[in-house]
């Protein structure tokens, strides 16, 4: 995988669209992993939440990056303080660190699925079309 490529994508998309944190989860056997990959932050007040995301190894279907995987698709949500731990497993950290809207997107290199890019605000985002095709564009979907 070129992590270059990736890093500077996650770059764009959140310098572009206001995000003020992107993580990526790399496809590692039968799971997504966050622990080890570049980040990008755009509110330093996030790099709490940044590290509780690499505590995190997603199975297919389970939570945002899981079910982005399973369903190769892009999942928003409006504000993850609404979910519960079975629908968003980092719910508790979520809360305390303010975290409110969160965009999962499929990441493909050459067509092939390399892992899943997270967007994260502090502010409640209401789904923007527009964006989110532009966005699976940079991401090869």
Same mark, same amino acid.
């Given at each position: %995988?070129d992590?270059? &490529?990736? *890093?500077?994508?996650?770059?764009? /998309?959140?310098?572009?669209?206001?995000?003020?944190?992107?993580?990526?989860? *790399?496809?590692?056997? $039968? !799971?997504l992993n966050?622990?080890?990959?570049?980040?990008?932050?755009?509110?330093?007040? *996030?790099?709490?939440?940044?590290?509780?995301?690499k &505590?995190? &190894?997603?199975?297919?279907?389970?939570g945002?990056?899981? !079910?982005?995987?399973?369903?190769?698709?892009?999942?928003?949500?409006?504000?993850?303080?609404?979910? $519960?731990?079975?629908?968003?497993? !980092?719910?508790?950290?979520?809360?305390?660190?303010? /975290?409110?809207?969160?965009?999962?997107?499929?990441? &493909?290199?050459?067509?092939?699925?390399?892992?899943?890019?997270?967007f994260?605000? /502090?502010?409640?985002?209401?789904? $923007?079309?527009?964006m989110?095709?532009? /966005? %699976?564009?940079?991401?090869?979907?």
């Amino acid at each position: %995988m070129d992590s270059a &490529k990736m *890093l500077s994508t996650m770059e764009g /998309i959140c310098n572009q669209h206001g995000w003020h944190l992107g993580v990526f989860y *790399l496809l590692e056997d $039968d !799971r997504l992993n966050c622990a080890g990959q570049e980040t990008c932050i755009k509110n330093p007040h *996030l790099r709490a939440y940044q590290e509780e995301c690499k &505590k995190y &190894k997603f199975k297919k279907g389970v939570g945002v990056p899981g !079910r982005v995987w399973q369903n190769q698709n892009y999942e928003w949500v409006n504000n993850v303080q609404n979910l $519960d731990v079975s629908e968003y497993p !980092r719910a508790a950290p979520a809360k305390t660190m303010g /975290i409110k809207a969160s965009l999962g997107v499929p990441y &493909k290199q050459d067509g092939n699925f390399m892992g899943v890019m997270e967007f994260f605000n /502090i502010n409640k985002v209401e789904c $923007d079309s527009a964006m989110v095709q532009d /966005i %699976m564009k940079k991401c090869g979907g």
